[in-house]
């Protein structure tokens, strides 16, 4: 028996109120039955979150450029007046060797087991972790992305294929997937680049998968049509169409993704693969400063480590909710 | 004790087993499902193949690496093991079916079978994934239901920004964070090291507790979030404010009527976030040095033991596809749009 | 021997029907006043809103979308949630003040002396959980009665609202019935407990036309049987015409004309009611007729005009109802409510149909059904 659809998505109630003097708030007097109520939904410029976390990615980038020229040690130098016990596996505690308090002067942060100044093994970390996500995101939204521009625009058979090869990608896990692929590349390139293929490489899929979904949804629009009744070739107007479109989208994506393969840069050089151990990196410093840690010796070395990595962390996500918050960008099933 | 974990392992085995052959058998009924049943077998192939080339792609001879100081005499065996001398698919071919028997090559480095030490250490991580999604899920549902009802409160900022800080943190911070302030000042912990259930049920959990949680906070945050969002929607829907009409109480409303029609994101999530927590148990066995396959697959690494490489890699690949598969099939049996035209029907 | 579980207070029949009160109306509602705070501003949703209602009598209440009916059932049931919502003015149950009753007061009330059937039985029954058991939770938490003896109830109650294979539906799910049953048992959930007081709030809107005299022949066959006082709020003038002893027309948050049914239908006094009478498509008239529609919406109600609120689509307006909101007074036949300067039927109210329609001014709309105006220019021209 055909019914009568209800009225428009909401509760007879959000409807009423919404044709009497509400369009966007109509969730705030919606019956909820047992909630207290929804905030009404407030737009304000950048907020303080935001502004944080540009100045803290933007002060790490420019930190990590000119590294060099900054007035900090060397991160290979290593200084006794701040290193924090003479031997290794010591269980000496602070005072047997080195300065107590972590903000020794003329090195901020402290020194590790080394003796190395550890703002300035952070600051060249930042290097090294930056490049990575960047790099490694970079690579895997021109790869990535290509290809599920490539698979929502033409579908059909191009599609599965990509979408199988996407796939197959996906069926290892990423991290089990980075370790073989250090493994194959160890040796054969820099430490650098074997981190940027490898998380590269693991970074095509995901991001294929949504470049594919964005294109999908955006080559369905008249716009589209439209300039293939005036002539227009593909390739023309995926560049020139759809692309523009897909790309906001992306962006805020390609935030999360540099976290993320930040985060797990770090992981790998926590593993200790063979990945060198004198190339300053915020993983290195976390696993250098292990021992101190499960000794009972002190946590500021790991806590310097992870600090860097959360905040970096936190800030790319943050902004991240942000670009997507702005551009207004619906989330394409994927 | 021994007999209780082989029958637990056997137990396990029989339902993964019966679990995706029956899905598979229902989804086989359909065209679709017969079309995911060969793609299933294609990516299973491919990943094998990706696995066993590893001996290859990685760089030196592939029996010189794993026995660096051996000499040409001692290597000949070895090569022949391997297989090293017969054309590349046909080492292909006789790898992929010793794998499928149980033969997972040796490791060199300690002349044993990869199988015996594969044996312990797939417990060990199973247990791991499983007390982390477990833990995780406990936590996340309480915690997701009292902020979305009491969505804008104090209670619920704090929740939220507290789960958006723990997603930005990576599990092994969370381990480095709990080894020093639990295990090493409180003492309520060990710091590393496993104890079989077998052998002290006490002591495995204590030992398990710490992993189990660096590995659970992350993944609470985003279920927790997850579930949130999609109580408060369901908390608008219109048989909640009917259930109130009839004089429920709160607690009855939220635990008896929202909870279900909500928990189904949560649950596509916690199956979907598998390869997650995977990933991240290799590096928490790695923290708290638990004998799992992660780990194992790590020292394999390290010591450049590629045979043994290939067989990690294969194995947590091929036990991933499958577990996703079958989480597929499950889902299509499930799907309330499918219900409901059987219902119909 | 049933007893009411968690009402401590009402365990005695004296208590649960204390004499006093039976002489009273069931429910007075008096002056009572909806507003939601939001970020455009405070929408008065309903405004001043009075009636009463005795047992076993049905109101109506009409109004179109936007007019404050749902939200006035809702506020008078106590539904609403807590933020963001004003009211005031006093509304009695029983004799007994529960305007400003908490929740934990109210939901000895919800269920078991009031309840309510909603609009949409599909969103307003929950789909994951059987039928029987939605009937069945009501039953055991205010009635102190076994689980076996729950579940004859409710398959007595689904027979008695007129569902076959009782037993067999209890099992279902909702998605399994059809809306006509679907709504069946939601009438069977609201009953459940013997309530004295029943609001319907759009009962048949989401139903197919043929089901929905049957719903409506079915609440009045429950009503007559338990005695029950019911308020059906409905946009459809034809829903309440047979079938209810008052109606309460609302427009913009008020009541604009009250009546006993028959009074209002021979009788109407505010241009309102008589062009929402007159839109009913008739099934005398000739195909092709023209269907007479109100021209204009209804008004914002953030901040709600000085006059009366219908004044930029009435065909009676004139300057004074643009400034001056006409009071609710009472004609001369008793019982007789409405708020009109020049109500329908009244020299007055003719002089000013006639100078309109001489004037050409847009919102006059005739029987002839020869509307044009939209809301804008006309509420602009009258300020």
Not at chain 1, 171 to 189: E, K, N, Q
Not at chain 2, 35 to 52: A, C, I, P
Request: aromatic share 8%.
């Amino acid at each position: 028996m055909p019914e009568q659809p209800p009225e428009s998505g909401g509760t007879a109630l959000a409807d009423e109120v919404e044709r009497t003097g509400l369009v966007a708030d109509a969730v705030t007097v919606e019956i909820a039955g047992v909630t207290a109520g929804v905030e009404p939904a407030r737009k304000r410029r950048l907020g303080i979150g935001a502004w944080l976390a540009i100045v803290w990615l933007v002060g790490l980038i420019l930190a990590a450029i000119v590294a060099p020229i900054l007035p900090i040690a060397g991160p290979n130098e290593t200084f006794t007046s701040i290193q924090r016990a003479q031997a290794p596996f010591s269980t000496i505690n602070e005072t047997g060797g080195g300065t107590t308090t972590p903000f020794a002067e003329g090195h901020l942060l402290g020194g590790d087991r080394n003796g190395h100044d550890l703002l300035s093994r952070a600051v060249y970390g930042a290097r090294n972790s930056l490049i990575v996500g960047f790099g490694a995101i970079g690579f895997g939204i021109i790869a990535g992305g290509l290809l599920g521009l490539v698979a929502g625009f033409y579908r059909g058979k191009i599609d599965t294929v990509i979408v199988g090869f996407l796939d197959i990608m996906l069926a290892i896990p990423a991290l089990v997937l980075a370790l073989s692929l250090t493994a194959v590349l160890r040796g054969r390139v820099g430490d650098l680049w074997i981190l940027v293929i490898a998380l590269g490489i693991i970074s095509v899929p995901i991001l294929g998968r949504i470049t594919r979904a964005n294109t999908l949804v955006w080559s369905e629009r008249e716009f589209v049509t439209a300039a293939r009744a005036q002539g227009a070739k593909n390739w023309r107007i995926m560049t020139r169409e759809v692309l523009p479109n897909v790309l906001p989208a992306m962006f805020s994506i390609a935030l999360l993704g540099v976290a993320v393969v930040i985060a797990a840069e770090a992981a790998l050089r926590l593993l200790g693969i063979g990945l060198s151990i004198t190339d300053p990196s915020w993983g290195g410093i976390i696993n250098d400063g292990r021992d101190f840690l499960t000794q009972g010796i002190t946590a500021h070395v790991v806590f310097v480590g992870s600090a860097f990595i959360f905040l970096t962390i936190l800030s790319l996500n943050y902004l991240a909710d942000v670009v997507r918050a702005r551009f207004d960008v619906r989330e394409a099933a994927i | 004790m021994d007999v209780v974990r082989t029958i637990l392992g056997f137990l396990l085995i029989l339902v993964v087993v019966v679990g995706v052959l029956g899905v598979l058998a229902l989804a086989v009924g359909t065209r679709a499902g017969r079309k995911k049943l060969l793609q299933l077998v294609v990516v299973l192939l491919v990943v094998t193949f990706f696995s066993f080339s590893l001996i290859h792609l990685t760089p030196g001879d592939p029996a010189r690496t794993q026995k660096p100081f051996a000499t040409e005499e001692q290597l000949r065996p070895i090569r022949d093991e391997i297989g090293l001398n017969d054309p590349f698919l046909v080492q292909y071919k006789d790898w992929l079916v010793n794998f499928v028997q149980g033969d997972f090559g040796r490791d060199y480095s300690t002349n044993l079978p990869v199988k015996d030490a594969i044996g312990k250490q797939l417990g060990v991580s199973l247990q791991l994934i499983f007390y982390a999604q477990f833990l995780a899920l406990l936590i996340a549902i309480p915690l997701g239901v009292v902020a979305a009802y009491r969505a804008g409160t104090w209670f619920d900022k704090v929740a939220n920004a507290g789960a958006f800080g723990a997603i930005a943190v990576p599990p092994f911070v969370f381990a480095f964070v709990f080894i020093f302030y639990l295990a090493v000042q409180a003492g309520w912990f060990p710091t590393q090291q496993y104890v079989a259930f077998g052998t002290d049920p006490a002591e495995h959990f204590k030992h398990m507790f710490l992993p189990a949680l660096s590995l659970a906070i992350g993944q609470i945050a985003i279920y927790m979030r997850l579930l949130r969002s999609d109580m408060i929607q369901t908390l608008q829907e219109d048989f909640i404010t009917m259930a109130k009409a009839k004089g429920l109480t709160n607690s009855r409303i939220l635990w008896r009527h929202a909870l279900r029609p909500s928990s189904f994101t949560l649950l596509t999530a916690a199956a979907l976030n598998f390869g997650a927590l995977i990933g991240g148990a290799v590096v928490i066995e790695f923290v708290f040095q638990l004998p799992g396959m992660g780990l194992g697959l790590i020292q394999a690494v390290s010591t450049r033991q590629y045979s043994a490489v290939q067989a990690y890699v294969a194995l947590i690949a091929v036990a991933f596809v499958l577990f996703n598969a079958f989480v597929d099939g499950l889902y299509s049996v499930l799907d309330p749009r499918i219900r409901h035209a059987r219902a119909a029907a | 021997m049933i007893r009411w579980r968690r009402h401590e207070r009402a365990d005695t029949t004296a208590e649960r029907f204390p004499t006093e009160t039976l002489e009273g109306p069931l429910l007075e509602v008096r002056d009572v006043k909806t507003h939601f705070r939001t970020s455009r501003g405070v929408v008065h949703a309903v405004d001043d809103v009075s009636f009463s209602l005795d047992r076993g009598r049905t109101l109506g209440v009409v109004g179109e979308s936007g007019s404050g009916k749902t939200v006035l059932s809702r506020s008078v049931m106590g539904l609403l949630p807590k933020k963001h919502v004003i009211r005031e003015g006093s509304i009695k149950f029983e004799g007994r003040e529960i305007g400003n009753a908490g929740t934990d007061e109210m939901r000895h009330i919800w269920g078991s002396q009031m309840a309510m059937i909603f609009q949409d039985p599909m969103t307003s029954l929950n789909p994951v959980m059987k039928v029987g058991k939605q009937i069945t939770e009501s039953l055991l938490y205010h009635l102190d009665i076994s689980r076996t003896y729950a579940a004859e109830l409710a398959e007595a109650l689904l027979t008695s609202v007129g569902i076959p294979e009782p037993k067999r539906r209890l099992n279902e799910y909702p998605h399994q019935l059809s809306g006509g049953l679907r709504q069946r048992v939601m009438i069977a959930i609201a009953l459940a407990c013997g309530p004295k007081l029943l609001f319907a709030d759009e009962p048949t809107t989401a139903l197919d036309v043929t089901v929905q005299a049957q719903i409506l022949d079915l609440l009045q066959e429950q009503q007559r049987e338990r005695f029950m006082a019911m308020i059906l709020v409905t946009h459809d003038l034809g829903v309440v015409a047979g079938r209810t002893d008052e109606i309460a027309v609302m427009y913009a948050g008020k009541i604009v004309e009250k009546a006993p049914t028959s009074v209002l239908f021979r009788n109407m006094k505010m241009p309102y009611t008589e062009a929402l009478v007159h839109s009913i498509p008739k099934l005398a008239d000739k195909s092709h007729t023209r269907l007479n529609v109100i021209p204009g919406r209804p008004p914002q109600l953030v901040n709600p005009p000085v006059g009366c609120r219908f004044a930029p689509r009435c065909p009676h307006a004139q300057e004074k109802c643009v400034h001056e909101e006409p009071p609710l007074r009472e004609s001369d036949v008793p019982g007789h409510l409405f708020a009109c300067w020049f109500p329908v039927g009244t020299p007055e109210g003719n002089e000013a149909l006639a100078r309109n329609r001489a004037a050409g001014v847009p919102a006059a709309v005739g029987r002839d059904g020869a509307a044009t105006a939209s809301m804008g220019s006309s509420a602009a021209e009258l300020g």
